[in-house]
């Protein structure tokens, strides 16, 4: 399709620009006519479309560079672009209008000539996908998650794509956030939150919005990795909480941190605090006061918490889940909900995200947030870092890094980063090397 001037078009100020009208036109406009002067690293920016597809707003960064990598959405920060464009890339951040790009965005967004893409984990990322980014040359794809359920790993494998994520970097923000739906649900402060903006409030009461004690109970943890055990380090120090978890390895780590506290807390006079490793996921349901799921997903898990499961739980338990929304029957929690009024929960995922089961959203002991648990700032910036790195690093050849959990050294921001990628799920099935540093 041939390019044409569309100046007509637009109504142009600095650093922004309007689209009156756009049909089947393919266009860009430099900043070198628009802004002269500008000493920003952005050169332009344009829509595009075809006659079948909408039209695309493309924020593009070091249009001559040698690599053209695209980012299906805006990221937090501004380093991870300036480390492409350091490395002589092009940079194409799509801003379409649209939370979740469908597959045929994402084909219109590689085109004919596209080195790597930086993906979201709402995206269907399969064999369509990954043969189209083929046929363009790419040679890698990277999530900016930790989680690639969303991608089709042998299908990536099948053409030779690189598939990144993001781990070591949102350990504890999402402990904390994990921390944070415990003690909302234990107190109840949503709820409470909700009745003072109705002006509901005529005066304190002796029964009003009574919660849940949690210094002196049990946090029960599903899943002792490394946010299940960070969450459970912050429970345990943080409310003096006992501990009873489940995990397929034993944490010896969580278990000498415990036992340490303990001591200390013993020697101070206060009673210490202790931890039990337990046989099955249901003795931590029986036992535990506050349950926190922290699992991987796959077949054993879809459903791990589900009719049978949430019955053996206290009535007045409380469950929070910021791994994976199918790890619960969701349709089962909402039966159990309605039938338990002190039973209440915290949840930032959902089954079939961003959709939640009939009847959830009209739960008051029910906390629901939208997927925040990565959402700090330093982590969602480190995660946009990590997967930038992930392309980068196939693209130029560099090797694997040898260990994904500790990624301080692509952080460090007064430092170049290593020549290496950081997380490469699939590097062992494509035979790529490992770092020796």
């Not at 200390?264 to 046989?279: C, D, H, I, M, Y």
Request: neutral net charge.
């Amino acid at each position: 399709m041939q390019n044409r001037p569309l100046d007509f078009l637009f109504d142009f100020k600095p650093q922004k620009f309007l689209l009156s009208e756009l049909k089947n036109w393919t266009f860009f406009k430099s900043q070198d006519t628009l802004f002269p002067n500008s000493r920003h690293s952005l050169l332009e920016a344009f829509f595009f479309c075809s006659p079948m597809a909408k039209p695309v707003a493309i924020e593009v960064y070091n249009p001559n560079g040698k690599y053209r990598v695209v980012s299906t959405k805006p990221m937090p920060g501004t380093r991870w672009i300036n480390l492409l464009i350091d490395q002589g890339c092009r940079v194409e951040i799509c801003h379409l209008k649209k939370t979740i790009l469908s597959v045929e965005d994402i084909i219109d967004l590689i085109g004919n000539k596209c080195d790597g893409v930086i993906g979201q984990l709402t995206e269907d990322w399969g064999e369509t996908l990954f043969s189209a980014l083929s046929k363009a040359g790419g040679k890698a794809f990277s999530n900016m998650a930790v989680g690639y359920n969303n991608v089709d790993v042998e299908a990536a494998n099948k053409y030779g794509i690189a598939v990144g994520n993001t781990p070591g970097v949102l350990t504890e923000t999402t402990a904390e956030l994990a921390a944070s739906l415990s003690l909302a649900a234990a107190r109840r402060i949503v709820e409470a939150d909700g009745f003072m903006r109705a002006g509901l409030y005529e005066g304190w009461l002796p029964h009003l919005f009574v919660g849940n004690l949690l210094k002196g109970q049990t946090v029960g943890v599903i899943g002792a990795g490394r946010i299940g055990s960070a969450y459970a380090r912050m429970m345990v120090e943080g409310f003096k909480m006992n501990l009873i978890y489940y995990d397929l390895y034993q944490s010896t780590r969580l278990e000498k941190f415990v036992t340490a506290y303990g001591q200390f807390l013993k020697a101070n006079g206060e009673q210490p605090v202790t931890w039990k490793r337990a046989s099955s996921m249901e003795e931590v349901l029986r036992e535990a006061d506050l349950i926190s799921l922290h699992p991987v997903l796959d077949k054993t898990t879809y459903h791990l918490v589900n009719k049978e499961r949430l019955a053996i739980m206290k009535k007045e338990a409380i469950l929070v889940n910021c791994s994976r929304g199918p790890v619960i029957d969701e349709a089962a929690l909402v039966d159990h909900l309605r039938e338990n009024p002190m039973f209440r929960v915290g949840l930032d995922v959902f089954e079939e995200e961003p959709f939640m089961k009939p009847g959830l959203a009209d739960m008051k002991n029910a906390i629901v947030v939208p997927h925040i648990a990565s959402a700090s700032k330093w982590t969602r910036e480190g995660m946009a870092t990590l997967a930038a790195l992930n392309v980068l690093g196939r693209i130029k050849g560099y090797p694997i890094w040898s260990d994904p959990n500790r990624v301080d050294p692509f952080l460090n921001e007064n430092a170049s980063p290593p020549n290496a990628s950081p997380s490469i799920v699939n590097s062992k099935a494509l035979g790529l090397p490992v770092s020796k540093l």
